[in-house]
């Protein structure tokens, strides 16, 4: 699977982003999928998953009720919504797919990793 994300960018505090993965080379809607982030000095963190159909989602406690992951198999794309974005979600975004129903932020079922987006948010 090869992953491609984009909608990084430079916003404000207390604006909002949208992120989006493409995915291409297997079928994608056998996958799980996940946000992490990485800050600089720090070690990637999650973000938030997705199961395969879209029917559970997990979230870390730092963007809970600001993020939101959605996937449109369709498209072979999955999306992160970021509202009420703070300066402290500045981080490179990396999109991750993972070969089974659901993976939440179990880190080590991801094998796929796209090559990420920054985003910086600005106070």
């Known amino acids: 699977v090869q992953l491609v994300e984009s909608g990084g960018g430079l916003v404000q505090a207390g604006g909002s982003l949208r992120l989006s993965c493409e995915a291409s080379g297997r079928t994608f809607r056998n996958y799980a999928m996940g946000w992490f982030r990485q800050a600089p000095g720090k070690e990637r963190e999650f973000v938030s998953a997705?199961?395969?159909?879209?029917?559970?989602?997990n979230y870390a406690d730092s963007v809970k009720g600001r993020f939101t992951i959605s996937r449109d198999n369709a498209k072979n794309t999955v999306y992160l919504q970021m509202n009420s974005l703070k300066p402290e979600d500045t981080a490179v975004y990396y999109c991750?797919?993972?070969?089974?129903?659901?993976?939440?932020?179990?880190?080590?079922?991801?094998?796929?990793w796209g090559q990420g987006t920054q985003v910086t948010v600005s106070s």
């Open positions: 991750a797919a993972a070969p089974t129903v659901q993976a939440m932020g179990v880190i080590g079922l991801y094998a796929y």
């Open positions: 997705i199961s395969w159909s879209g029917g559970s989602t």
